[in-house]
């Protein structure tokens, strides 16, 4: 069974604080993504990675940065945190088929 | 690019009813189509797609949808759901190739009343 990880399922951070949200996978496969999920807006993807050091915007970047030093490992960066980024944090794995990771919910006070 | 279109936002329906939730796609080109589904307070998980060959494509826990390239619709069936379908259900599609990115729908919420 693939087996993708996520740090937290529940974070509380303050405005201006930087979150790291980590993902962690273990198939070995090269494509990673970053997504957010809100009511009503379905999934929206942040940004992914097709190998280490690797990475690509998808459709909102802004306020968001990642890093992939290790195949099996893609962290979301959220440089300062605030309100409008209160979300549920999806992160997937795969190619055509995207297998996901049970989320992480934070809340930016 | 492609889009994917979900009407639907929220489907009641009752227990061992038949049920149809809409997916409507747009591309110039040939798409793979994916119906995943969540349940609360979990990731998504794959429930069928739709790669070549068949267009009636059938899924997990009885759920089937058919390719229809003409009316460019991938929707979703069952004919008789339960009260653990109750779930949100996103369609999902991509050009394909490995480094295509996946564009979701907005979700559809199907609750299923006893």
């Known amino acids: 069974d693939v087996k993708v990880t996520q740090s937290s399922r529940y974070l509380v951070k303050r405005t201006g604080e930087k979150v790291f949200l980590e993902c962690v996978q273990d198939?070995?496969?090269?494509?990673m993504f970053w997504y957010r999920q809100d009511p009503g807006l379905g999934l929206r993807l942040i940004y992914f990675?097709?190998?280490?050091?690797?990475?690509e915007k998808g459709d909102i970047p802004e306020g968001y940065s990642v890093s992939r030093e290790k195949k099996e490992r893609f962290s979301l960066i959220l440089e300062s945190a605030s309100t409008n980024q209160t979300s549920m944090y999806l992160c997937?794995?795969?190619?055509?088929?995207?297998?996901f990771g049970p989320g992480t919910r934070l809340t930016v006070l | 690019a492609q889009s994917v279109t979900q009407l639907d936002s929220q489907v009641p329906v009752f227990e061992e009813a038949p049920v149809e939730l809409r997916c409507n796609y747009s591309?110039?080109?040939?798409?793979?189509l994916f119906w995943y589904v969540q349940y609360p307070n979990q990731g998504l998980q794959l429930l069928l797609k739709?790669?070549?060959?068949?267009?009636l494509v059938k899924g997990i826990n009885g759920f089937e949808a058919e390719f229809n390239k003409s009316q460019t619709s991938f929707h979703l069936r069952k004919p008789s759901v339960h009260i653990s379908d109750t779930a949100e259900y996103f369609c999902?599609?991509?050009?394909?190739?490995?480094?295509?990115?996946?564009?979701f729908g907005t979700g559809t919420k199907l609750q299923v009343i006893p």
């Open positions: 997937a794995i795969g190619e055509d088929t995207q297998y």
């Open positions: 198939m070995d496969h090269e494509n």
């Open positions: 990675s097709y190998d280490v050091k690797m990475k």
């Open positions: 591309s110039s080109v040939s798409v793979y």
């Open positions: 739709y790669l070549s060959g068949s267009t």
């Open positions: 999902a599609v991509t050009l394909g190739g490995g480094y295509q990115k996946v564009t």
